[in-house]
Every structure is written in structure tokens, then in C-alpha cells.
């Protein structure tokens, strides 16, 4: 009979109930390696938990060990390779490569609201850095807008900045219907002729009655002056959209556009500029520059800006 102790018993339910789960079956050469080491360990551990194991004789021994060491090296082997495949599992997380990584998209900048004061401020500069530009100006309503006494029926030309410009004025006359008056500026230095065919005749400056040459700085220099100015809207000017803007002077304040004006006339002028470059695409004069004008005129300018333009005096200037 073996020894009947608690603790003796326990080892050996333990290792029996661990090892009568696992497989039967294991390799010879791993078990014969195992054999030494599987007996030793097993009789160290039975003598230093179960002293009453001392008194089992060795024949016993080596019969119970010859029992269990089958069960003991599959219970040996199948821990080590639980253990070794954990390491390894966890090495492979470690080493793995990292997943790609979401990225947020990035968040576009707003468009800051344009407001009165920016298109004030924006228009102003781009009309005080206005260097060329084609131009013509329209009797919208046709109510009879003077020129030098003949009604005005519309202006084309061209200017240059800060001091050119050459124009046609198409008037109508009681005596001679349409006539187109040639008219042209270089500094200080202005021209005339009143028809296609006729000479050019030398005029005073200040006989002049269009400062065209000056446009760009003459309306930078009126909107900061405009009374009550509002956005009223926006629309499309031959494909640009376009952003209006009207406001209110006085026809004295046009005096540097328009140099024969009469004072005292109200004058409402509307703008229409670029939505993104605020370059100026129009403008439009409404109200009476002259006495003689009708209160209801209104004279529409409109504007191809920064075009090759070439602006030379005619041959009698070089005369003595």
C-alpha cells in the first residue's frame, strides 16, 4: 500500500486530473529526453510537500512514476508551447505594422463676408491703381444730355493713366444731325477736330469738358464721399458676377470727371464691381450735371480695364 496523506493525495489527483485531459500520445525521442528530468522533478517535488512519500519503498516509487510520466510530459510540453505561443503572439502585435491611420479631412477657410467698409476700401484701390482701359458712356434714357449745346448721345474712347485719353462724342445738332467730335489729351497738351476729315485744332485744358485721363483716381477719391452708401444687390455684368453699390454726392463733387458741371444738382451714382476682384465693371450717373440736363438723365459708363492702349499726339503738335 502507498502512504495515504492529504497533500500526497492532492499532488497526485492534480497531476493526474491535468494530465488524463490532454492527449495520450507524444513523440519517443522528446519523451526519452524528458525521462530524467520528468522523475527527478516529480520525486523532488512528492518529497519536499509530502514527507510520508520517504517512507514509500523505491520499487513503488519507480512503478507510480512509470505511471504518471506519460500524463507529466504531456502536461509539460503542452504548457511550454502555450507559453512560447503566447510569446510569440505577442511579439507579432508588437512588431506588426501600424493600420493605416484616418486623417481628417481639412476644414476649408471661410470667405469673410464682404461687407460695405471691405468694398469701399478694395474698389478704391484697384480704381486708384487703374492704369488702362476702354470706356463708353451712354444717355440711357436719350432725355437730351448737353454737350457744348448739342445733345450728347454717347462717349467711346480710350484712356491712359494718369493723363491720356482720346475719345469720340457723338452729339446731334439742329443744323448738321449727327456729329462725331473728335477729342485727345497728353498731359498738358489737348486736341480737337469736329469731324473725321477736319484738322486738329490745339484747345485749352481747362476748356476740356471730360477728365477721362484721371477716371481711376477721380472715383477712388469719390467713395469715401458717397452720402448714405448701401450693397443693393448683385448680377451678372457681360459674364462677371458682379456685386452694386449705389450712394449719393452732389454734381460739384463730379467737377474732376465732368469739369464744366454745374453745382447744386443732386447725383445718385451706382457701381458695379467685381464680387472677387472688385475691379469695376460700370458705373452709372443719374441726375442733372448740367442745368440744361433733364432731372430724370442718367448716363451709363461702362469699362474694359487694363487693355493695350497707345495714345499719341497728332503731327501738328510737333509743328512750331
Not at 230 to 247: A, M
Amino acid at each position: 500500500m502507498l502512504p495515504t496523506s492529504t497533500a500526497f493525495t492532492t499532488t497526485l489527483e492534480a497531476i493526474s486530473y491535468n494530465a488524463g485531459k490532454l492527449p495520450r500520445s507524444v513523440p519517443s525521442t522528446v519523451e526519452h529526453r524528458m525521462h530524467d528530468i520528468s522523475v527527478k522533478q516529480l520525486q523532488f517535488h512528492l518529497q519536499s510537500t509530502n514527507p510520508v512519500w520517504t517512507q514509500v519503498p523505491g520499487d513503488k516509487q519507480m512503478n507510480l512514476f512509470m505511471l504518471l510520466r506519460p500524463r507529466l510530459l504531456i502536461t509539460v510540453l503542452l504548457v511550454g508551447t502555450f507559453v512560447l505561443t503566447a510569446a510569440c503572439g505577442a511579439a507579432t502585435e508588437s512588431t506588426a505594422m501600424p493600420g493605416p491611420t484616418s486623417t481628417s479631412a481639412p476644414i476649408p477657410t471661410p470667405t469673410p463676408e464682404l461687407t460695405l467698409d471691405i468694398l469701399l476700401t478694395s474698389a478704391g484701390e484697384e480704381l486708384a491703381s487703374l492704369s488702362t482701359s476702354e470706356f463708353q458712356m451712354i444717355d440711357e434714357l436719350e432725355s437730351g444730355s448737353q454737350f457744348f449745346g448739342m445733345k450728347l448721345k454717347s462717349v467711346e474712347g480710350v484712356i491712359k493713366s494718369p493723363d491720356s485719353f482720346r475719345m469720340i462724342v457723338n452729339v446731334e445738332t439742329p443744323n448738321f444731325g449727327f456729329v462725331a467730335i473728335e477729342m485727345m489729351a497728353v498731359g498738358e497738351q489737348a486736341y480737337m477736330k469736329f469731324s473725321e476729315d477736319a484738322p486738329w485744332a490745339p484747345l485749352p485744358l481747362d476748356q476740356v469738358p471730360f477728365n477721362f485721363g484721371g477716371m481711376g483716381d477721380t472715383l477712388s477719391e469719390l467713395l469715401p464721399i458717397l452720402k448714405d452708401p448701401v450693397i443693393t444687390g448683385r448680377e451678372s455684368i457681360d459674364g462677371v458676377q458682379s456685386v452694386r453699390l449705389e450712394g449719393n454726392v452732389v454734381s460739384e463733387e463730379m467737377s474732376g470727371l465732368i469739369t464744366s458741371v454745374d453745382p447744386g444738382h443732386p447725383i445718385t451714382l451706382t457701381f458695379w464691381f467685381g464680387e472677387t476682384d472688385h475691379v469695376m465693371q460700370q458705373f452709372r450717373i443719374a441726375g442733372q450735371l448740367f442745368a440744361d440736363d433733364a432731372p430724370e438723365t442718367t448716363r451709363l459708363v461702362t469699362m474694359d480695364i487694363d487693355v493695350p492702349v497707345e495714345i499719341q499726339l497728332p503731327d501738328i503738335a510737333s509743328e512750331p
